[in-house]
């Protein structure tokens, strides 16, 4: 449980100095309250499939098979984000019914007057969740990865709370942090509030909060941070204390001051000043790089300029020169070589003389005729 600081009991909130049931506030105008005793939960259609998974029961128009099974994991973890964010186990046992367009969804519920801008309602003492894939304000099919989380936070608080009153902003935000949804649309919302020093107060923000598409307004926005705010592991232990205060009956304002220990103006100042620090430095961020930006366009315009110059400047005409011969250096002449010395008429006379002379004695004197010879037990004899 975080204790405050003193300094910040002495500043005033003007936004907290309402009367005591500020916080109390209608239903959720797509959570509403079935007080007629007589309203009972119609049954199934048929030809509608069911689907069992960790407890929760989809029972769906037969078209709607492959985006149901699309959402399951979705809703599944939502349920556990819940249930960390609450501090007990929400959503046991919930049934979820998906109709094929928004017209059947009247059929579904235990009540028939329903808002058309609603893609989900969510049923919290009956256990129920009923949407379609269509919607009647847009042509764009139902997300139910976002629409079925929404809708069971709602559930959700209300289990938390056994059904006790929760304040409007609290159920919206609640639902919308948990969901996700328009995040981008609410961070813009506060980043332009929070410049332009224009947020609302919290006690202000049921009142800001339109019912035919509240995701799209300031006071939307900042539920949904304020619901981020007061789950956030810091003051998580307090918001989860404040729960259990407002189960036994404590109206939630009390049972959240009571649990922070601190006075409604503190909790909601300190909102203002995390507001602040989260969105606070988007500006400077922002401003370095349109600095850094503005610098890079400036040293490209000028790059284009000198090279247009350049191009429009004729270049300057060279008159031509004298090209300077230089002369060769001499180099030293080199030595002839000496030719081979020719050979010497005697000797060529001479060989020429031997080999006549060869030639004169062959013929002077005839080879030796052979004589016959024959062979007798192994001895050779001359014939004569």
Do not use: C
């Not at 239903?27 to 509403?32: S, V, Y």
């Amino acid at each position: 449980m975080r204790v405050w600081s003193s300094a910040l009991a002495l500043v005033p909130v003007a936004s907290w100095l309402v009367a005591p049931n500020a916080f109390a506030a209608p239903r959720p105008q797509d959570a509403p309250v079935v007080t007629d005793p007589r309203a009972a939960v119609p049954a199934r259609p048929t030809g509608y499939l069911e689907l069992q998974e960790a407890g929760l029961t989809f029972a769906y128009h037969p078209s709607a098979h492959e985006r149901v099974r699309a959402a399951i994991p979705a809703v599944l973890r939502a349920r556990k984000t819940m249930s960390e964010l609450l501090g007990r186990e929400v959503l046991g046992a919930v049934e979820i019914r998906v109709a094929a367009v928004p017209e059947e969804v009247r059929s579904l519920g235990p009540m028939e007057d329903v808002p058309g801008y609603a893609p989900a309602l969510a049923f919290s003492k009956q256990g129920l969740v009923v949407t379609s894939l269509g919607s009647h304000r847009s042509l764009e099919p139902t997300d139910l990865g976002v629409a079925l989380p929404h809708a069971l936070a709602h559930v959700a608080l209300d289990e938390a709370l056994d059904h006790k009153p929760a304040p409007l902003w609290l159920h919206e935000g609640f639902a919308a942090h948990v969901a996700g949804e328009a995040s981008a649309i609410r961070a813009q919302s506060l980043l332009l509030a929070t410049l332009q020093r224009r947020l609302h107060g919290i006690a202000a923000l049921e009142g800001g909060l339109p019912a035919d598409a509240p995701e799209t307004s300031l006071a939307y926005a900042q539920a949904a941070d304020l619901a981020r705010f007061l789950t956030d592991k810091p003051h998580r232990a307090a918001f989860v204390g404040a729960l259990e205060r407002a189960r036994s009956g404590e109206p939630f304002e009390q049972a959240l001051a009571a649990a922070q220990e601190a006075p409604l103006a503190q909790i909601e100042l300190a909102w203002r000043q995390d507001l602040a620090r989260r969105y606070g430095f988007l500006p400077v961020f922002l401003a370095g790089i349109g600095v850094w930006t503005l610098g890079v366009l400036v040293l490209f315009a000028r790059r284009v300029v000198e090279r247009r110059r350049a191009a429009a400047t004729p270049a300057p005409r060279n008159e031509p020169r004298p090209l300077a011969i230089e002369p060769a250096p001499l180099s030293p002449p080199r030595p002839r070589p000496r030719p081979a010395p020719a050979p010497l008429l005697i000797e060529r006379i001479d060989n020429i003389d031997a080999e006549r002379e060869r030639e004169d004695i062959g013929k002077a004197f005839p080879p030796e005729a052979e004589v016959p010879k024959v062979e007798h037990d192994g001895d050779w004899y001359t014939l004569h």
